[in-house]
């Protein structure tokens, strides 16, 4: 089965007075049927623009594109009935009322009407479907979005921070929600910020950076590999003194994190090393443990730029290689 979207060397440019900006610099993505894919970046990383270029509304300067097996954008059309999207925040008519909202776009795009009592129950908004929109704090009208986007019962639907303005509970229900869909056949990509969240409804991930992909795989694997970094977290026996054992740990190569009440070593590849050296000062551990990597560490350390060649370029993981080497082995 070929993947449900594949974007291959995608580029995109922007001119101004200041000169030539590269939202996309060769990015690549695939996603598989059935999945909850996350697609996650910083701030200006291009996001929205490959979400945006993807659905034709923008056009790229390079690349190839496919969506259910079909070259967009020249194929859209034949494609455009099958899925479903919320790129950026989704406006609404205010005096309207949600079941009224939906059923116009049911109309507009040829749904049976009794879909729009479906989606509203879907997202949670059955009991306030005759209010008005102006009334609806900003996660309802988030989960109206989401229900628009669900009428055609697309095959293919993409979130853009669908969870933005909902509450805990409400977050909870839109991580049921997507995977419930997924588990009914629908394959859902989903753009949030809430790296915990995605970590727990995302099967894979793909982690954009400068327009460039920087890392991609099924979220344990991708955790995994960071895992293999050998960070462990190191307490000491009470009344021992804690800055003399960062010192001499420091001193031999290891980064040190200093906690509360223990400290973390991040770059350990055998973590034995570490009670040796302090037991030859008489500095003796009451507890050192791996430390599990989770979804935002390795965001935050694989979306760090680095110098390359005299400019600030991002450090490409494509491939994900496992780490190479660390402190103490």
């Known amino acids: 089965m070929s993947p449900v979207l594949e974007i291959a060397g995608l580029r995109k440019t922007y001119r101004s007075r200041k000169g030539v900006r590269k939202a996309l610099d060769g990015f690549d993505m695939v996603v598989e049927a059935g999945q909850v894919h996350g697609f996650l970046g910083p701030n200006g990383s291009g996001k929205t623009t490959t979400l945006r270029t993807l659905l034709g509304l923008i056009k790229p300067n390079g690349g190839r594109m496919a969506l259910l097996g079909q070259e967009v954008p020249v194929n859209l059309p034949r494609v455009a009935g099958r899925v479903g999207a919320i790129v950026e925040s989704p406006q609404f008519f205010g005096n309207f009322t949600a079941r009224d909202t939906l059923s116009l776009l049911a109309d507009a795009g040829c749904v049976d009407r009794n879909r729009v009592v479906a989606v509203l129950e879907l997202v949670g908004l059955r009991d306030r479907a005759k209010d008005r929109v102006k009334t609806y704090s900003l996660g309802m009208k988030q989960r109206l979005a989401v229900a628009s986007a669900l009428l055609k019962e697309p095959a293919l639907l993409i979130l853009d921070e ?168």
């Open 162 to 329: 669908p969870a933005n303005g909902l509450d805990p509970g409400g977050i909870r229900e839109m991580r049921t929600l997507m995977r419930t869909l997924a588990e009914s056949g629908m394959t859902v990509v989903l753009s949030s910020h809430i790296l915990a969240e995605i970590q727990l409804i995302c099967d894979s991930v793909t982690i954009i950076s400068a327009g460039r992909r920087v890392a991609y795989g099924k979220v344990a694997d991708v955790l995994a590999q960071h895992a293999e970094a050998g960070g462990v977290k190191v307490r000491l026996e009470p009344g021992v003194d804690t800055r003399s054992a960062v010192e001499l740990l420091r001193a031999n190569g290891a980064q040190v994190t200093v906690e509360h009440d223990h400290f973390t070593v991040g770059n350990a590849g055998n973590p034995a090393q570490i009670t040796r050296i302090l037991a030859e000062k008489q500095i003796y551990v009451s507890e050192l443990s791996p430390l599990a990597a989770d979804l935002e560490s390795v965001f935050l350390e694989i979306t760090q730029t680095a110098p390359v060649d005299g400019k600030n370029r991002q450090v490409d993981q494509t491939a994900m290689a496992p780490a190479q080497g660390g402190w103490g082995e």
